[in-house]
């Protein structure tokens, strides 16, 4: 059975769409297309094949064991085809293909190491590279990896996992800090463990256990899924938390937060750049570590910022 033609080949991006998504439903707005249309294709692809790829209902959507198989030829399916396309180019002399880049949130006011400036390093080369640029949760990226789904990503990875090859970036200093109208905020005295028991905090639901932990069991009234809705809570006055020291020191230069306890409960978080181990690397992604490589050595002969401490 060949899927050859652009139907075909529609009705199996619409299939991988769902999976990714969760569902017919939650796959709307990411395909811009209407509930039956997506059935239609579905239905479509199933009648092709000839057995059913997945079950649907009021309870969850699930791949049958023969759609978990056709999900993974197909994720195969379609980085064949961006290869052959990057093959293609390659013979013209060009650099070509599809970069997907996976990051954390509230990475891009880090002046030691931003990935804007790999990137920038990178165009500098005249290539004809598609670049997809993704921001998650560092759970979410280690298994966009592991499928591979992208090709690189930049996080607080754990490096003891050995489906990844890590290379250490920087480390980044966290720090709890609270916003104008905190009984916090004008208060100069250092706060102790008992004195943080008094106050609201907001935590990262991905992290809920350790912001917990390190806040000495201080109330947690808030939980946020990313650092600009933890910024967001912290302004509000309500709550304290963590968040970066480079991403917050916008916000303490006009006043609009402040860092708490001095440094006390402060730690720093080791981020590296994650590929997937034991695949084969395309020429663009090798070109890209190159290129990041190349800017490490430069970072590290410079020596480290106040802010961030190179681990090179």
Known sequence: ???????????????????????????????????????????????RIGYTLCHRGRSAFKLTEKGEIICDEARKLFLALEKFGGVAERIKGNLAGVLRIGMVDSTYTNDFFSLQKIISIFNKRGHQVDISLEISRNMDLEKA?????????????????????CIPLYTEKMDIFCGQGNPNFDNNKMLTDFD?????????????????????????RATVSSLEAQLIL????????????????????????KPLCQGRYSYDVPFSLATKRGIDRSEVVDAFLTDVDTLLKVLSGRGAGDLNSPLV
């Open 1 to 47: 059975m060949a899927f050859t033609t652009d139907i075909e080949l529609r009705q199996l991006r619409v299939f991988l769409a769902v999976v990714d998504c969760g569902g017919y439903t939650p796959a709307q707005s990411y395909l811009n297309m209407a509930l039956p249309t997506i059935s239609a294709h579905m239905s479509s692809l199933e009648t």
């Open 145 to 165: 990896l592991i499928h591979t789904e992208l090709d690189i990503a930049v996080g607080p990875f754990n490096t003891s996992n050995e489906s990844l090859d």
């Open 196 to 220: 943080l028991e008094k106050f609201d905090t907001s935590v990262r639901d991905y992290w809920n256990a350790d912001d917990t932990s390190r806040l000495r069991g201080s109330k947690c």
């Open 234 to 257: 912290l302004l509000s006055g309500g709550y304290i938390g963590y968040l970066p020291v480079h991403f917050a020191s916008r916000w303490v230069e006009t006043n609009m937060l």
